[in-house]
Structures are given as C-alpha cells and as structure tokens.
C-alpha cells in the first residue's frame, strides 16, 4: 500500500510530514482550488530537503506550467486531475516523471472508458498509477467519500490510489 498526503503548503508542516512513515507528499497546483500552492510558496519548498516523493497535482494545466514547477516542487509524480488525455501523460513519462491519473467515479462510473490509459500504463511498466477520486465539479478535494464497492466494477490491472474524504479510522478498512 502507498500512502499519499496531499494539500501541503506550509514548510513546518511539510518538515513535519518527512517524520512520517508515508510516501508521497501532494502539492495542489490548481489555481481554483483553496489548497492552491503560489509562485512564493513554491520557492520556498525548493528550499526544503525532502524525503517523500513530492507528488504535483494539475487540473487541465499546460504542459508549460507543469514544467516550470519540477525543479521547485522536487516532482516525482505529476497527478493529472482534469480531462488530460494519455498523450498528454506520455510527453511527461518520456521526461521521467510518474503519473497518477484520477478519474471521479460516480455510481455508474464506466471502466471501459481507461482503455487508452491501461495501453499507456502497460507501456510503461510501473510508471502510471490510476487514482479513484469522488465525483465533483470542482475536480477533486471534495472532502466527501465514494461508495468504495464501484470498484469491483474495475476488472483492469493498473494499481490504483483511493482518494476523497479519507480519515484515521478507515485504515483498517483500507488494509483489507
Ligand atoms: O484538493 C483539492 O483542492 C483539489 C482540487 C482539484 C483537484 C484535485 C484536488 N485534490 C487532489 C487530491 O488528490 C485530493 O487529495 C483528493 O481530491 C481528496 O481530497 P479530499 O476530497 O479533500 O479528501
């Protein structure tokens, strides 16, 4: 199991954070969202010795924006959280970076429709993530949990990330 935590703009709690046995730190790069991490807190993360995998997360962001926040942000992952395509995704891996792709999964949430994302994922062995996020029309941060049992409904083999309105006491819940 990976754990991610996302959110974070704050030094001191982001230095906290390194003290926890997690894996990757998300950094909210969508301008519309109240998580949203500016120009000044990206400089000031740059200066912050990491040891998480720092995870960097796009709403429809252009490829140009993306690039600007890899040397400040420390980007490992880019987690695209829009209507980006698998190409999109493919220009990133050819740069070495890893993808988490969320899709927001409603009741009726049609698998079929991550084909084009399962063939990029079996090219890059290891490298694409799926992340299942509650439905909203603000994207993400929802805060709200999806009926987790949608997902017998996935038959692929793309590893994937669970995410909306997670709290402490769903950890045994998430271990089985
Ligand atoms: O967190 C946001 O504000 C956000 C806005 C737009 C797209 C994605 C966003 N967050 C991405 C995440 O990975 C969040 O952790 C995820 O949506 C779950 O957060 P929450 O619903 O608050 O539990």
Known sequence: MIIKVCGMREPKNIEALQQLDIDFMGVIKYPKSKRFVDQDQSLAIEQLTMNKGTVGVYVNASMQEI??????????????????????????????????????????????????????????PGKVFFL?????????????????????????????????????????????
């Open 67 to 124: 690039l600007n926040d890899i040397i400040p942000l420390q980007l490992d992952v880019v987690q695209l959280h829009g209507d980006e395509n698998p190409a999109f995704a493919k220009a990133l891996l050819e740069l070495d970076l890893k993808i988490f792709k969320a899709f927001q999964i409603s009741t009726d949430y049609d698998f079929d429709s991550l084909r084009n994302w399962e063939s990029l994922a079996a090219e890059h």
């Open 132 to 176: 299942f996020d509650t439905a909203t029309k603000h994207y993400g941060g929802s805060g709200k949990k999806f009926n987790w049992s949608i997902l017998e409904n996935y038959k692929g083999n793309v590893p994937f990330i669970l995410s909306g309105g997670i709290v402490q006491m769903m950890q045994q819940t998430l271990k089985t």
